[in-house]
Every structure is written in structure tokens, then in C-alpha cells.
């Protein structure tokens, strides 16, 4: 099993930043791939960004490209997400999410095997 604990969402201005933090824990943590996902109102759950311990594997949706960083400390079992040049359409509750194979990337909803319970960020016009 594994239980995740998003942190560091809140309000933030278009162009800031913001970083969010997921501890990880569970016998089952590191035969796990990571990922950041979000869902707004009205909207379906998205994949954000994902990766593997250790970091050989990263993969981006084509909004977080450029914008955003997933980063991983496989020693502590933290996975962050940096959110830079934030925009208004990226309001949503962004979740940490894990798969039950650490070479499968939760890129996709029915990919992730754990959830965390959210964190939100909300970025003002």
C-alpha cells in the first residue's frame, strides 16, 4: 500500500509560482511511478507530470511543458512539482498520484493505482 500527502498549494497571481510537495510513504513506495495530476470544476482529472524514481523518466502534458518541473528524493520519499509563469487555467486541485509498477508512468487516471487528497491552487487574473 501507499499513502500520499500533497502540500503547498494556495493563491497565487498570473506569473507566479508555486511549488508543491508529496510525501510518499508504504511498503509498496518504491516499486511505484509518480505523478502530479489536477482536475478543475466542471472538468476531467489530467495528468500533469510524471516520473520515475530516481528521475531516468519524465514525461509532461503539453500544457506543463516548459512551465513546469517534477523532481523527485527517492532518499525521503518527496516528489515535488515546481509551477512556474502560472496561468489562470491552471486553478484546479492538483493531486499526487502513484502507480503499482515502478516502470508504469500514471499518465493517465486508470494508471494510478494511489491517490493523495488534493491540494488546491488557484491562480488570480
Known amino acids: 500500500q501507499v499513502q500520499l500527502v500533497e502540500s503547498g498549494g494556495g493563491l497565487v497571481q498570473t506569473g507566479g509560482s508555486l511549488k508543491l510537495s508529496c510525501a510518499a510513504s508504504?511498503?509498496?513506495?518504491?516499486?511505484?511511478?509518480m505523478g502530479w495530476f489536477r482536475q478543475a470544476p466542471g472538468k476531467d482529472r489530467e495528468s500533469v507530470a510524471a516520473i520515475t524514481w530516481g528521475g531516468i523518466v519524465t514525461r509532461y502534458s503539453d500544457s506543463a511543458k516548459g512551465r513546469f518541473t517534477i523532481t523527485e528524493d527517492a532518499k525521503n520519499n518527496m516528489v515535488y512539482l515546481q509551477m512556474n509563469s502560472l496561468k489562470p487555467e491552471d486553478t484546479a486541485v492538483y493531486y499526487c498520484a502513484a502507480s503499482n509498477s515502478g516502470v508504469v508512468l500514471p499518465i493517465t487516471p486508470l494508471l494510478a493505482s494511489y491517490w493523495g487528497q488534493g491540494t488546491q491552487v488557484t491562480v488570480s487574473s
Open positions: 508504504g511498503p509498496s513506495i518504491s516499486s511505484s511511478a
